[in-house]
C-alpha cells in the first residue's frame, strides 16, 4: 500500500514562496497521475493542482493559477508544488494524492501545513 508523506510547509509572509515536497513510502508513485489538495480551517478539503504521470500534462484550480507550479521527478518518485507569491488565503493543510477527475484515491497522508501572514 503506498504511504504519501508530504513536507516542506511552514509560516511565510505574504508574497514569498514555498516549496512542498511529497514522497511515497510502500510503493511508487510514478505510474499515477498526481496532484495536491489543500484543507483551510473550518473548510472542506480541495483540488490545487495535478500532473500526468509523465509530466506533460498540467491543470490548477483558478485560485492559484500563476502563481504555483506542480511538477514532479519520477526518477526520485517524488511530487512538487512551488508555491510563490502567497497570500493569506493560501493558508491550509496541504496533501498530495493520486489523482482521477479531480478526487484523491490513495490513503492520505498527514499534510504539511502551510501558514502565510499578511
Known amino acids: 500500500q503506498v504511504r504519501l508523506v508530504e513536507s516542506g510547509g511552514g509560516l511565510v509572509q505574504a508574497g514569498g514562496s514555498l516549496r512542498l515536497s511529497c514522497a511515497s513510502s510502500g510503493g511508487t508513485i510514478k505510474t499515477y497521475v498526481m496532484g495536491w489538495f489543500r484543507q483551510a480551517p473550518g473548510k472542506e478539503r480541495e483540488f490545487v493542482a495535478f500532473i500526468s504521470w509523465r509530466g506533460g500534462s498540467r491543470d490548477y484550480a483558478d485560485s492559484v493559477k500563476g502563481r504555483f507550479t506542480i511538477d514532479r521527478d519520477n526518477t526520485k518518485d517524488t511530487l512538487y508544488l512551488q508555491m510563490d507569491n502567497l497570500k493569506p488565503e493560501d493558508t491550509a493543510v496541504y496533501y498530495c494524492?493520486?489523482?482521477?477527475?479531480?478526487?484523491?484515491?490513495?490513503?492520505w497522508g498527514q499534510g504539511t501545513q502551510v501558514i502565510v501572514s499578511s
Open positions: 494524492n493520486a489523482v482521477q477527475s479531480r478526487i484523491g484515491v490513495l490513503p
